[in-house]
């Protein structure tokens, strides 16, 4: 079992910036393809940002492409995701995910528009922007 904890949301104005983490216990995330995810009030799941196991690919979804970067440290078992440039349509609640390296791919994840079939998920952190 792999418990995720997410950590660093927060309150920031229109154009600030914030950095999510997202620290792994029970098992080392090395083997593990992960991904953010978001849900907005009254809104469905989306995907965010997705990382291969090796951090070599990276994927993102259109509305934070250029603002958002996904990255990953195995040594501290931690994901990262740098939020700049935020906007008031980013405020929404904000998870981690991980998924087996055998059962998808970072393409995979980036793919799946509601992360369904991932195999662990964090509790979220909220992240709210005030224009």
């Known amino acids: 079992q792999v418990q995720l904890v997410e950590s660093g949301g927060g309150s920031v104005q229109a154009g600030g910036s914030l950095r999510l983490s997202c620290t792994a216990s029970?098992?080392?995330?090395?083997?593990?393809?992960m991904g953010w995810f978001r849900q907005a009030p009254g809104k469905e799941r989306e995907f965010v940002a997705a990382?291969?196991?090796?951090?070599?690919?990276?994927y993102y979804s259109e509305s934070v492409k250029g603002r958002f970067t996904i990255s990953r440290d195995n040594a501290k078992n931690t994901m990262y995701l740098q939020m700049n440039s935020l906007k008031s349509e980013d405020t929404a609640v904000y998870y981690c995910s991980a998924v087996s390296s055998g059962r998808k791919t970072a393409t995979d994840i980036a793919h799946t528009s509601d992360g369904r079939d991932m195999d662990y998920w964090g509790k979220g952190t909220l992240v709210t922007v005030s224009s």
């Open positions: 029970g098992r080392t995330i090395s083997n593990y393809n």
């Open positions: 990382i291969s196991f090796t951090g070599v690919s990276t």
